[in-house]
Every structure is written in C-alpha cells, then in structure tokens.
C-alpha cells in the first residue's frame, strides 16, 4: 500500500538516537549530537534538543530544516500561549499543536520524529510524533537509527517511578551503546533535565564525572 512516506530518500532516514523518559520527579532527554547527509557526517556537535519553555523540551530525529522549523513554531505559540492565558501551555496541547502541523503536511511530509515532554499541572509527560502527525503518549521511549541499541540498555534497566538521578546514569549508558554501535549516532551526547525547578541542560563537567564513575 502507498504511504507518503515512501518519497522520503531511505538514507535521509539514517541516522540519530534521542531517548525521553518520564520519572517520577521529572523527565530525562538525551540525544547524540551527530548529523549526517547519508554516509556523510555533517556535523558533530549538532544540537538536537530545544527548550520550548520553562517546563518543556523537545528532542528531534528527521531533517534538519523541517526540524527546526516546527521547533520555532511550537516556541512562538507557547510564548503567545503563556502571555494570553497567564499560564504555560499544557505538554499534551504542545503535542497536539505539533501533530496538526505534521498531519497538515502529509502529502510531502515534514521528515521528522520528534519527542515533546517536561512537567505540568498533570505531572511529568512525554509524547512521541511520527512524520504524519501520529501522538502517542510514553514513560520511557527512543528515536532515531540507535534507538533499537538504546532500547536493549532502556527495557532491561528502566523501572517507572525511578528518580531523575537514577536515571540519568541508564541514559547515558543507553546513548554510548548507540553511539557504539549505530553509524548515524556519535561524537558526543547532550541531556536535559525538566523538574519542578525548570529546565537546565547538564554542563561538559556532570557529563565527564558520570562517565568516570560509570567507568
């Protein structure tokens, strides 16, 4: 059967690991930071998680430029959001927002997998979108060609209702099993933390002293 998403160059598809979990204090995003052009690495040290607002982040797999397009559209609403209503915007409302915007490019798809999560009034959430605007909400979940490696770290470690600082050692143990073992994944990695307290991103120092002591 015919799908939009057969226009879609099959090496265009390569590439990326982004992992999200949701625990019980707060969500966990990681990605590598390796872009390619098929077997050609582009960049490596590619930013591909966002801040969207205080209590929201956003991870993306796909193109570049649909990616960061549907960033930027997601950030102005959330802003407009927040300043019309007084209150940030509902994760889930973001999810849908952004789902919309794929849906309503179907017939040439945006090449996009993106992860939309943080905390609201409901508590930690995490949603994962496909290319056609597919939402499905998750706890623990990956993207990009590492994915199927981080998820043999993810399934076997993970445990819901774990803490952010007990997680975050798993999710670095998952994106340096991809980054290992998936050409399209590398060079270095990035996690975020969304919290009670906001959203900050780790510094290069928390990174290097979680290596060392998972070493």
């Given at each position: 059967?015919?799908?939009?998403?057969?226009?879609?160059?099959?090496?265009?598809?390569?590439g990326?690991?982004?992992?999200?979990?949701?625990?019980?204090?707060?969500?966990?995003?990681?990605?590598?930071?390796?872009?390619?052009?098929?077997?050609?690495?582009a960049?490596?040290?590619?930013?591909?998680?966002?801040?969207?607002?205080?209590h929201?982040?956003?991870?993306?797999?796909?193109?570049?430029?649909d990616?960061?397009?549907?960033?930027?559209?997601?950030?102005a609403?959330?802003?407009?959001?927040?300043?019309e209503?007084?209150?940030?915007?509902?994760?889930?409302?973001?999810?849908?927002?952004v789902?919309?915007?794929?849906?309503s490019?179907?017939?040439?798809?945006?090449?996009?997998?993106?992860?939309?999560?943080?905390?609201?009034?409901?508590?930690?959430?995490?949603?994962?979108?496909?290319?056609l605007?597919s939402?499905?909400?998750?706890?623990?979940?990956?993207?990009?060609s590492?994915?199927?490696?981080a998820?043999?770290?993810?399934?076997?470690?993970?445990?819901?209702?774990?803490?952010?600082?007990?997680t975050?050692?798993?999710?670095?143990?998952?994106?340096?099993s991809?980054m290992?073992?998936?050409?399209?994944?590398?060079?270095?990695f990035?996690?975020a933390l969304?919290?009670?307290?906001?959203?900050?991103?780790?510094?290069?120092?928390?990174?290097?002293?979680?290596?060392?002591?998972?070493?």
């Amino acid at each position: 059967m015919y799908s939009p998403l057969d226009k879609i160059p099959k090496d265009v598809l390569k590439g990326t690991t982004t992992i999200g979990i949701v625990c019980n204090d707060g969500v966990v995003f990681a990605t590598d930071t390796r872009a390619t052009m098929g077997y050609f690495i582009a960049h490596k040290h590619a930013k591909k998680i966002y801040q969207i607002d205080d209590h929201m982040a956003m991870t993306i797999a796909g193109a570049v430029g649909d990616a960061q397009n549907v960033v930027e559209i997601l950030k102005a609403n959330a802003q407009l959001y927040r300043y019309e209503r007084g209150k940030p915007m509902a994760v889930s409302a973001a999810a849908r927002l952004v789902g919309n915007v794929l849906f309503s490019a179907r017939v040439a798809p945006l090449i996009l997998q993106a992860l939309i999560g943080g905390m609201d009034e409901s508590g930690g959430r995490i949603y994962a979108l496909d290319p056609l605007g597919s939402i499905t909400e998750e706890k623990c979940v990956s993207t990009g060609s590492g994915s199927p490696i981080a998820y043999g770290v993810l399934e076997s470690q993970f445990k819901e209702g774990m803490t952010v600082k007990d997680t975050v050692p798993i999710v670095i143990k998952a994106i340096g099993s991809a980054m290992k073992r998936d050409a399209g994944s590398g060079d270095s990695f990035d996690v975020a933390l969304v919290t009670s307290k906001g959203y900050r991103e780790m510094t290069e120092e928390e990174k290097k002293a979680l290596l060392a002591n998972k070493a």
